[in-house]
């Protein structure tokens, strides 16, 4: 299993985006694909439909293992091939437990170690804040990518990301990789692109190197329309807005082939 950690230090970053899409999009591609929410704020969640009974267990449960992991896995319906561990606004009780637990930033890699052969790919929607949930996510990720809004926001937040998984990094926690950076909401006014959108991508490929920076996702209300109605931009018709996400998988494939 290739763990795919999407992650960005801010709000608004479109990492919940990336998450899903990238999901859905490996699944329609025929692989088995775990979702994992790890934001307190469940986004990803809610927008692919779970409504959860109460007490059923999420990822909270997951990472203090007090329930077998496979009852924190959940089919979805839109895939056969796609299935999520969820959270829930009580997934921020777990940071007193992570800090307290003397490996938390290796949890959950480990907790997810009895499912590395029953799917092919798991991509985990980090929480924007530097956290232990953030930190035991990027200590369970093989590759990392991070969405950065193409603004002076965006750029910042980059910085931060970059700065936790190098501090990580720094002090063995993680090996994990960054494999792009997709600048999200990119404006355009007809053909031309607004100035604030062309600094901030310049600013990230200067900060990180031009190969790392992946095609913009452009400011759309099709990507909205995708996530409402849970389907592939190409499902919709709109291949053209897919294309940074299928060169994001296609670096995502040849990583898999070499692990």
């Known amino acids: 299993m290739l763990t795919i950690v999407v992650s960005s230090l801010s709000g608004g970053q479109g990492k919940t985006t990336v998450s899903m899409l990238l999901g859905l999009l490996l699944s329609h591609r025929g692989y088995s694909t775990l979702l994992i929410d790890a934001d307190p ?5 809610d927008w692919l439909g779970l409504d959860l009974e109460q007490n059923s267990p999420t990822l909270l449960e997951c990472i203090k293992s007090s329930v077998e992991l496979e009852d924190c896995i959940y089919p979805l319906t839109m895939n056969d091939n796609l299935f999520l561990i969820p959270s829930d606004d009580q997934l921020d009780n777990v940071q007193d437990y992570l800090a307290n637990s003397g490996i938390g930033a290796m949890l959950l890699k480990r ?32 590759v990392v990518v991070i969405p950065a809004e193409a603004s002076v926001k965006g750029y910042g937040s980059l910085i931060r990301t970059i700065d936790l998984m190098s501090n990580l990094q720094g002090v063995g926690a993680t090996q994990v990789q960054t494999i792009g950076v997709i600048p999200f909401r990119d404006r355009w006014i007809g053909a031309n692109q607004s100035q604030e959108s062309r600094l901030a991508i310049e600013g990230m490929k200067e900060e990180v190197g031009d190969v790392l920076v992946l ?38 494939e040849l990583i898999k082939q070499d692990k």
Do not use: W
Request: overall charge negative; hydrophobic content about 35%; glycine content about 4%.
């Open 215 to 252: 095609p913009s996702i452009r400011e759309s209300e099709r990507y909205k329309q995708a996530i409402n109605q849970q389907k592939t931009l190409s499902a919709l018709g709109y291949p053209d807005l897919e294309y940074p996400l299928e060169v994001l998988l296609e670096k995502i």
């Open 41 to 45: 704020q469940h986004n990803l969640t």
């Open 111 to 142: 907790r997810l170690e009895p499912i590395a052969k029953t799917f092919e790919f798991c991509v985990i929607d980090a929480p924007p804040q530097r956290s232990q949930i953030c930190m035991t996510v990027i200590g369970a990720g093989d």
